[in-house]
T-cell receptor, first 114, second 110 residues
Framework: NAGVMQNPRHLVRRRGQEARLRCSPM?????VYWYRQLPEEGLKFMVY????????ESGMPKERFSAEFPKEGPSILRIQQVVRGDSAAYFC????????????FGQGTRLTVV | QKEVEQNSGPLSVPEGAIASLNCTYS??????FFWYRQYSGKSPELIMS????GDKEDGRFTAQLNKASQYVSLLIRDSQPSDSATYLC??????????FGAGTTVTVRA
């Protein structure tokens, strides 16, 4: 029973490039959350998705950031034209439903923008 | 007002003592409450969930929930050096967005 899988674990991008972060939820889970964590800081909510739907993207910057969770395949967090300030750990978590259920985290993707 | 607030750390306790962590939340209709542990450089790991008022015990961990006071706490009994980590309180209100506090760093002194 595989857990939440994120890849890549580490990603290095030059300023101006695109970063694509992938998250495969646990089997049977149809809800995905994305969070960003800067060093020595807490988890900042970015976006909450169900299959084929964005439920809440209130934490995601309006520009350069987008997220999707297609019917088939992993959830993707896409950052266009990366800047140094995008360097952070990006975590996704999945849960089976939205009500009274636990969310489990993947190992995270450490993005470094050089 | 922050959605989820935790008592400021760091918290240092001797081995074998009880570590007490506190958390308050702003959304009165919140239904689900969680404690996660995060070791440095690692991802958050779920250690407790609680949905009803009262206490819930799991091994050396006890979560306490008081919805009237909008307060949730975590007690770690017989603290071990391996408990040294940052503990994150998370709350899921009716809009289902899982919101986290800033975390409390616990250090258990051997």
């Amino acid at each position: 029973n595989a857990g939440v899988m994120q890849n890549p674990r580490h990603l290095v991008r030059r300023r101006g490039q695109e970063a694509r972060l992938r998250c495969s939820p646990m089997k049977g889970h149809s809800h995905v959350y994305w969070y960003r964590q800067l060093p020595e800081e807490g988890l900042k909510f970015m976006v909450y998705l169900q299959k084929e739907n964005i439920i809440d993207e209130s934490g995601m910057p309006k520009e350069r950031f987008s997220a999707e969770f297609p019917k088939e395949g992993p959830s993707i967090l896409r950052i266009q034209q990366v800047v140094r300030g995008d360097s952070a750990a990006y975590f996704c978590a999945s849960s089976p439903t939205e009500i009274n259920t636990e969310a489990f985290f993947g190992q995270g993707t450490r993005l470094t923008v050089v | 007002q922050k959605e989820v607030e935790q008592n400021s750390g760091p918290l240092s306790v001797p081995e074998g003592a009880i570590a007490s962590l506190n958390c308050t939340y702003s959304d009165r209709v919140s239904q689900s409450f969680f404690w996660y542990r995060q070791y440095s450089g690692k991802s958050p790991e779920l250690i407790m969930s609680i949905y009803s008022n009262g206490d819930k015990e799991d091994g050396r961990f006890t979560a306490q929930l008081n919805k009237a006071s909008q307060y949730v706490s975590l007690l770690i009994r017989d603290s071990q050096p391996s408990d040294s980590a940052t503990y994150l309180c998370a709350v899921k209100p009716n809009d289902y967005k899982l919101s986290f506090g800033a975390g409390t760093t616990v250090t258990v002194r051997a």
